[in-house]
Protein backbone atom coordinates (compact mmCIF):
# COMPACT_ATOMS: atom_id res chain seq x y z
CA UNK A 1 0.00 0.00 0.00
CA UNK A 2 1.48 3.13 -0.75
CA UNK A 3 1.76 5.74 1.76
CA UNK A 4 0.40 9.55 2.68
CA UNK A 5 2.30 11.49 5.81
CA UNK A 6 0.53 14.67 7.15
CA UNK A 7 1.80 16.34 9.88
CA UNK A 8 -0.59 18.62 11.54
CA UNK A 9 -1.57 20.07 15.22
CA UNK A 10 -5.38 17.33 15.28
CA UNK A 11 -6.69 19.71 18.50
CA UNK A 12 -6.72 22.83 16.02
CA UNK A 13 -10.96 23.11 14.92
CA UNK A 14 -9.27 23.82 11.50
CA UNK A 15 -7.25 20.75 11.08
CA UNK A 16 -10.21 18.00 10.91
CA UNK A 17 -12.08 19.68 7.68
CA UNK A 18 -9.05 20.02 5.69
CA UNK A 19 -7.62 16.63 6.43
CA UNK A 20 -10.95 14.53 5.47
CA UNK A 21 -10.67 16.47 1.81
CA UNK A 22 -7.78 13.33 1.81
CA UNK A 23 -10.41 10.65 3.17
CA UNK A 24 -10.96 8.95 -0.40
CA UNK A 25 -7.60 8.86 -1.60
CA UNK A 26 -6.98 5.29 -2.22
CA UNK A 27 -3.71 5.23 0.26
CA UNK A 28 -2.49 4.50 3.65
CA UNK A 29 -2.74 7.57 5.16
CA UNK A 30 -0.88 8.66 8.46
CA UNK A 31 -1.13 11.93 10.46
CA UNK A 32 1.32 12.49 12.63
CA UNK A 33 0.19 15.25 15.59
CA UNK A 34 2.30 18.35 16.32
CA UNK A 35 5.19 17.65 19.52
CA UNK A 36 2.84 20.15 21.86
CA UNK A 37 2.95 17.92 24.53
CA UNK A 38 -1.15 17.43 24.29
CA UNK A 39 -2.63 14.23 24.50
CA UNK A 40 -5.40 13.77 21.68
CA UNK A 41 -8.97 12.78 23.07
CA UNK A 42 -11.82 10.86 21.50
CA UNK A 43 -13.21 14.29 20.26
CA UNK A 44 -10.12 15.22 18.10
CA UNK A 45 -9.93 11.19 16.89
CA UNK A 46 -13.32 11.76 15.62
CA UNK A 47 -14.45 11.18 12.00
CA UNK A 48 -10.61 10.47 11.39
CA UNK A 49 -10.88 6.37 11.60
CA UNK A 50 -10.03 6.33 8.10
CA UNK A 51 -6.40 7.29 8.79
CA UNK A 52 -3.56 6.20 11.42
CA UNK A 53 -2.90 8.77 14.40
CA UNK A 54 0.50 8.91 15.43
CA UNK A 55 1.74 10.82 18.66
CA UNK A 56 4.83 11.96 19.84
CA UNK A 57 6.02 10.81 23.53
CA UNK A 58 5.16 13.67 26.08
CA UNK A 59 8.29 15.20 26.94
CA UNK A 60 9.00 18.34 29.43
CA UNK A 61 12.03 19.47 27.91
CA UNK A 62 11.48 21.27 24.93
CA UNK A 63 14.99 20.96 23.63
CA UNK A 64 14.70 17.34 24.03
CA UNK A 65 11.09 17.35 22.39
CA UNK A 66 12.38 19.04 19.29
CA UNK A 67 15.35 16.46 19.51
CA UNK A 68 12.88 13.04 19.75
CA UNK A 69 10.36 14.93 17.29
CA UNK A 70 13.28 15.02 14.39
CA UNK A 71 14.20 11.51 14.87
CA UNK A 72 10.83 10.20 15.10
CA UNK A 73 10.08 12.21 12.24
CA UNK A 74 13.08 10.64 10.40
CA UNK A 75 12.05 7.16 11.44
CA UNK A 76 8.27 7.67 9.74
CA UNK A 77 9.70 9.09 6.58
CA UNK A 78 11.92 5.72 6.07
CA UNK A 79 10.05 3.56 7.44
CA UNK A 80 6.36 4.32 5.28
CA UNK A 81 8.72 6.72 1.90
CA UNK A 82 5.10 8.04 1.76
CA UNK A 83 4.52 9.60 -1.80
CA UNK A 84 2.98 12.59 -0.25
CA UNK A 85 3.86 14.84 3.01
CA UNK A 86 1.63 17.17 3.65
CA UNK A 87 2.65 19.91 5.56
CA UNK A 88 -0.25 22.42 7.80
CA UNK A 89 1.75 25.00 8.82
CA UNK A 90 5.00 25.79 7.93
CA UNK A 91 6.43 26.88 11.49
CA UNK A 92 8.14 23.21 12.71
CA UNK A 93 12.09 24.38 13.20
CA UNK A 94 13.97 21.08 13.40
CA UNK A 95 11.16 18.96 11.36
CA UNK A 96 11.83 21.49 8.53
CA UNK A 97 15.46 20.23 8.06
CA UNK A 98 14.34 16.48 6.68
CA UNK A 99 11.05 17.95 5.16
CA UNK A 100 13.18 20.36 2.98
CA UNK A 101 15.45 17.40 2.39
CA UNK A 102 12.28 15.67 0.79
CA UNK A 103 10.99 18.84 -0.50
CA UNK A 104 10.09 16.96 -3.91
CA UNK A 105 7.50 15.36 -2.12
CA UNK A 106 6.05 18.23 0.09
CA UNK A 107 2.90 20.45 0.25
CA UNK A 108 3.09 23.63 2.56
CA UNK A 109 0.04 24.81 3.35
CA UNK A 110 0.70 28.29 4.83
CA UNK A 111 -0.74 30.27 7.51
CA UNK A 112 -0.73 34.05 8.38
CA UNK A 113 1.98 33.49 10.84
CA UNK A 114 3.97 31.36 9.12
CA UNK A 115 5.39 34.56 6.95
CA UNK A 116 4.20 37.92 8.62
CA UNK A 117 7.10 39.43 9.55
CA UNK A 118 4.38 41.44 11.83
CA UNK A 119 3.65 38.38 13.85
CA UNK A 120 6.94 36.19 15.19
CA UNK A 121 8.63 35.55 11.63
CA UNK A 122 12.12 36.28 12.96
CA UNK A 123 15.22 34.70 14.11
CA UNK A 124 15.26 31.21 14.09
CA UNK A 125 11.76 30.35 13.47
CA UNK A 126 12.17 32.51 10.28
CA UNK A 127 15.48 30.25 9.30
CA UNK A 128 13.63 27.34 9.33
CA UNK A 129 10.38 28.26 7.86
CA UNK A 130 12.21 29.98 4.61
CA UNK A 131 14.82 26.62 4.73
CA UNK A 132 11.28 24.66 4.38
CA UNK A 133 9.68 27.36 1.53
CA UNK A 134 12.32 27.39 -0.64
CA UNK A 135 12.52 23.48 -0.83
CA UNK A 136 8.86 21.74 -1.55
CA UNK A 137 7.44 21.51 -4.49
CA UNK A 138 4.31 23.55 -3.59
CA UNK A 139 3.10 26.04 -1.49
CA UNK A 140 -0.51 27.04 -0.63
CA UNK A 141 -1.99 30.50 0.21
CA UNK A 142 -5.80 31.46 1.03
CA UNK A 143 -4.99 34.54 -0.64
CA UNK A 144 -3.15 37.08 -3.38
CA UNK A 145 -2.07 39.20 -0.37
CA UNK A 146 -0.63 36.09 1.49
CA UNK A 147 1.01 35.13 -1.86
CA UNK A 148 2.43 38.67 -2.33
CA UNK A 149 3.99 38.59 1.28
CA UNK A 150 5.19 34.88 0.61
CA UNK A 151 7.27 36.20 -2.66
CA UNK A 152 8.96 39.07 -0.55
CA UNK A 153 10.49 36.14 1.34
CA UNK A 154 10.65 33.01 -0.69
CA UNK A 155 12.33 32.29 -4.30
CA UNK A 156 9.77 29.49 -4.97
CA UNK A 157 7.04 30.49 -7.26
CA UNK A 158 5.43 27.20 -7.15
CA UNK A 159 2.17 29.11 -5.35
CA UNK A 160 -1.18 27.70 -5.30
CA UNK A 161 -4.67 29.25 -3.81
CA UNK A 162 -6.43 26.96 -1.92
CA UNK A 163 -8.34 28.70 0.75
CA UNK A 164 -10.06 25.45 2.59
CA UNK A 165 -13.98 26.93 2.27
CA UNK A 166 -16.01 26.82 4.85
CA UNK A 167 -18.35 23.83 6.18
CA UNK A 168 -21.91 23.37 4.84
CA UNK A 169 -23.35 24.19 8.50
CA UNK A 170 -22.31 27.32 8.07
CA UNK A 171 -24.54 28.17 5.11
CA UNK A 172 -27.51 27.15 6.45
CA UNK A 173 -30.39 29.58 7.47
CA UNK A 174 -31.41 30.09 11.22
CA UNK A 175 -33.65 32.11 12.88
CA UNK A 176 -30.94 34.59 14.72
CA UNK A 177 -34.40 35.62 17.13
CA UNK A 178 -34.81 32.20 18.34
CA UNK A 179 -30.82 31.34 18.20
CA UNK A 180 -30.69 34.38 20.64
CA UNK A 181 -33.44 33.21 22.89
CA UNK A 182 -31.58 29.76 23.34
CA UNK A 183 -28.45 30.94 23.17
CA UNK A 184 -28.80 34.16 25.57
CA UNK A 185 -32.07 33.67 27.00
CA UNK A 186 -33.44 36.83 25.56
CA UNK A 187 -33.06 38.90 22.33
CA UNK A 188 -31.32 42.07 21.29
CA UNK A 189 -31.33 44.77 19.02
CA UNK A 190 -28.29 44.19 18.48
CA UNK A 191 -24.74 41.66 18.86
CA UNK A 192 -21.52 42.41 18.33
CA UNK A 193 -19.61 39.54 18.50
CA UNK A 194 -15.64 39.37 19.00
CA UNK A 195 -14.68 35.72 17.33
CA UNK A 196 -10.95 36.34 17.31
CA UNK A 197 -8.86 34.39 20.47
CA UNK A 198 -8.96 36.62 23.64
CA UNK A 199 -5.23 37.52 23.65
CA UNK A 200 -3.50 41.04 23.52
CA UNK A 201 -2.50 40.10 19.30
CA UNK A 202 -6.19 40.71 18.32
CA UNK A 203 -6.78 43.43 20.86
CA UNK A 204 -9.88 42.13 23.08
CA UNK A 205 -9.20 45.08 25.27
CA UNK A 206 -10.04 47.81 22.70
CA UNK A 207 -13.25 45.82 21.48
CA UNK A 208 -14.21 45.87 25.05
CA UNK A 209 -13.76 49.88 26.14
CA UNK A 210 -15.37 50.58 22.65
CA UNK A 211 -18.38 48.95 23.52
CA UNK A 212 -18.26 50.04 26.88
CA UNK A 213 -18.16 54.07 25.70
CA UNK A 214 -21.56 53.45 23.85
CA UNK A 215 -23.23 50.98 25.19
CA UNK A 216 -22.51 50.24 29.36
CA UNK A 217 -25.91 50.68 30.05
CA UNK A 218 -28.12 49.79 27.05
CA UNK A 219 -29.28 46.58 28.03
CA UNK A 220 -30.89 46.02 24.18
CA UNK A 221 -27.27 46.18 22.66
CA UNK A 222 -24.48 43.44 23.80
CA UNK A 223 -21.09 42.33 22.97
CA UNK A 224 -20.13 38.79 23.20
CA UNK A 225 -16.50 37.71 23.46
CA UNK A 226 -15.01 34.07 22.70
CA UNK A 227 -12.55 32.93 25.08
CA UNK A 228 -11.51 29.83 23.78
CA UNK A 229 -7.84 29.68 23.92
CA UNK A 230 -7.59 32.36 25.76
CA UNK A 231 -4.14 33.98 27.45
CA UNK A 232 -5.31 34.04 31.39
CA UNK A 233 -3.22 36.30 32.40
CA UNK A 234 -4.47 38.84 29.71
CA UNK A 235 -7.96 38.34 30.20
CA UNK A 236 -7.82 38.67 33.94
CA UNK A 237 -6.12 42.45 33.05
CA UNK A 238 -8.86 43.23 30.69
CA UNK A 239 -12.27 41.35 30.94
CA UNK A 240 -14.92 44.47 32.48
CA UNK A 241 -17.36 42.60 33.75
CA UNK A 242 -20.79 44.05 32.83
CA UNK A 243 -24.22 42.96 31.85
CA UNK A 244 -23.98 43.60 28.73
CA UNK A 245 -20.99 41.55 27.80
CA UNK A 246 -21.15 37.89 27.47
CA UNK A 247 -17.84 35.86 28.06
CA UNK A 248 -18.19 32.24 25.99
CA UNK A 249 -15.97 29.51 25.88
CA UNK A 250 -16.89 28.47 22.26
CA UNK A 251 -16.09 25.27 20.79
CA UNK A 252 -15.71 25.22 16.98
CA UNK A 253 -18.77 23.22 17.14
CA UNK A 254 -21.33 25.48 18.30
CA UNK A 255 -19.60 28.60 16.41
CA UNK A 256 -22.12 28.81 13.57
CA UNK A 257 -25.13 28.68 15.79
CA UNK A 258 -23.39 31.76 17.80
CA UNK A 259 -22.66 32.94 14.90
CA UNK A 260 -26.15 33.38 13.43
CA UNK A 261 -27.15 34.65 16.61
CA UNK A 262 -25.12 37.96 15.93
CA UNK A 263 -25.51 41.20 13.79
CA UNK A 264 -21.95 42.19 13.52
CA UNK A 265 -18.51 40.12 13.54
CA UNK A 266 -15.73 42.53 15.22
CA UNK A 267 -12.01 41.99 14.27
CA UNK A 268 -9.35 44.24 15.68
CA UNK A 269 -5.72 41.66 14.75
CA UNK A 270 -2.99 43.96 15.08
CA UNK A 271 -1.84 41.91 11.47
CA UNK A 272 -3.98 38.35 9.74
CA UNK A 273 -3.80 35.76 6.96
CA UNK A 274 -7.03 35.39 5.67
CA UNK A 275 -9.27 34.58 8.75
CA UNK A 276 -10.72 31.49 8.73
CA UNK A 277 -13.40 33.00 11.42
CA UNK A 278 -14.23 36.11 9.11
CA UNK A 279 -14.72 33.27 6.05
CA UNK A 280 -17.60 31.64 8.15
CA UNK A 281 -19.10 34.55 9.40
CA UNK A 282 -19.82 35.70 5.83
CA UNK A 283 -20.84 31.71 5.05
CA UNK A 284 -23.64 32.53 7.85
CA UNK A 285 -24.87 36.08 6.28
CA UNK A 286 -22.92 38.25 9.36
CA UNK A 287 -21.67 41.86 8.69
CA UNK A 288 -18.42 42.17 9.88
CA UNK A 289 -16.56 45.46 11.05
CA UNK A 290 -12.67 44.77 11.04
CA UNK A 291 -9.81 46.70 10.99
CA UNK A 292 -8.76 47.97 7.32
CA UNK A 293 -5.74 45.08 6.59
CA UNK A 294 -4.01 44.13 3.04
CA UNK A 295 -5.90 40.66 3.72
CA UNK A 296 -9.47 41.68 4.86
CA UNK A 297 -9.38 43.56 1.24
CA UNK A 298 -9.97 40.55 -0.79
CA UNK A 299 -12.73 39.06 1.95
CA UNK A 300 -14.35 42.48 3.19
CA UNK A 301 -15.19 44.62 -0.07
CA UNK A 302 -18.74 45.45 0.99
CA UNK A 303 -18.08 45.61 5.04
CA UNK A 304 -17.33 48.22 7.60
CA UNK A 305 -13.42 49.21 8.23
CA UNK A 306 -12.01 51.11 10.27
CA UNK A 307 -8.03 52.05 11.27
CA UNK A 308 -7.62 52.74 15.06
CA UNK A 309 -9.74 52.85 18.35
CA UNK A 310 -11.65 55.91 17.48
CA UNK A 311 -13.11 54.89 14.19
CA UNK A 312 -14.17 51.38 15.93
CA UNK A 313 -16.37 53.18 18.00
CA UNK A 314 -18.07 55.08 15.47
CA UNK A 315 -18.16 52.06 13.09
CA UNK A 316 -20.10 50.81 16.46
CA UNK A 317 -22.49 53.29 16.84
CA UNK A 318 -23.22 53.19 12.74
CA UNK A 319 -23.98 49.24 13.04
CA UNK A 320 -26.92 49.71 15.20
CA UNK A 321 -28.69 51.45 13.58
CA UNK A 322 -27.69 49.66 9.76
CA UNK A 323 -28.83 46.81 8.70
CA UNK A 324 -28.33 45.69 5.07
CA UNK A 325 -27.65 41.94 3.79
CA UNK A 326 -24.97 40.89 3.11
CA UNK A 327 -23.92 39.48 -0.49
CA UNK A 328 -21.50 37.11 -1.86
CA UNK A 329 -18.96 38.34 -5.07
CA UNK A 330 -18.89 35.08 -7.46
CA UNK A 331 -15.11 35.03 -6.34
CA UNK A 332 -15.97 35.30 -2.41
CA UNK A 333 -18.33 32.04 -3.25
CA UNK A 334 -15.89 29.99 -4.85
CA UNK A 335 -13.13 30.74 -1.72
CA UNK A 336 -16.29 30.02 0.90
CA UNK A 337 -17.02 26.90 -1.00
CA UNK A 338 -15.42 23.53 0.12
CA UNK A 339 -16.50 21.41 -2.71
CA UNK A 340 -14.75 23.45 -5.05
CA UNK A 341 -11.79 23.90 -2.85
CA UNK A 342 -11.62 20.10 -2.07
CA UNK A 343 -12.09 19.74 -6.28
CA UNK A 344 -8.55 22.36 -6.58
CA UNK A 345 -6.37 20.89 -3.41
CA UNK A 346 -7.26 16.92 -5.32
CA UNK A 347 -6.37 18.54 -8.80
CA UNK A 348 -3.13 19.85 -7.46
CA UNK A 349 -2.25 16.81 -5.58
CA UNK A 350 -2.77 14.87 -9.00
CA UNK A 351 -0.59 16.81 -11.35
CA UNK A 352 2.09 17.96 -8.80
CA UNK A 353 2.74 14.94 -7.33
CA UNK A 354 0.84 12.13 -9.23
CA UNK A 355 -1.36 11.13 -6.59
CA UNK A 356 -4.33 9.15 -7.67
CA UNK A 357 -8.09 9.49 -6.70
CA UNK A 358 -10.27 6.57 -5.91
CA UNK A 359 -11.58 7.14 -9.51
CA UNK A 360 -8.57 7.79 -11.57
CA UNK A 361 -6.96 4.31 -9.28
CA UNK A 362 -9.60 1.85 -10.49
Known amino acids: MRNILILADLTSPLMKPRILMLKELPYQ??????????????????????????????????????????FYTLFLILKLNPELIVVHWASRLYQNLLLA????????????????????????????????LKSCKVISVKSNYM???????????????????VEERFFVSQSKAMLQHKLFGKEFDCLF??????????????IIESFLSHFRENAHVALLVSTLRKDSQYFERVAVQNDNIYYREIPHEQMDSY?????????????DGMSQSLMEAKAAGVRIIANDLGNHSELLKDEMLFNDEESLKEAMV??????????????????????QQKALYLETLRTQFGILTKESYV
Open 29 to 70: KYILHNANNVVLNNTHKEGLEDFIILEHRKVESIRLRYLYSF
Open 101 to 132: LWGKRVIVHTMGGDIDKLQDYRGKKAFFIALL
Open 147 to 165: ESMLKEQCKNTNIVHISWG
Open 193 to 206: FSVRAFSEFYRQKE
Open 259 to 271: LKASDYVVSFSKS
Open 318 to 339: KAVNTRSQVILEDKIKVMLDCK
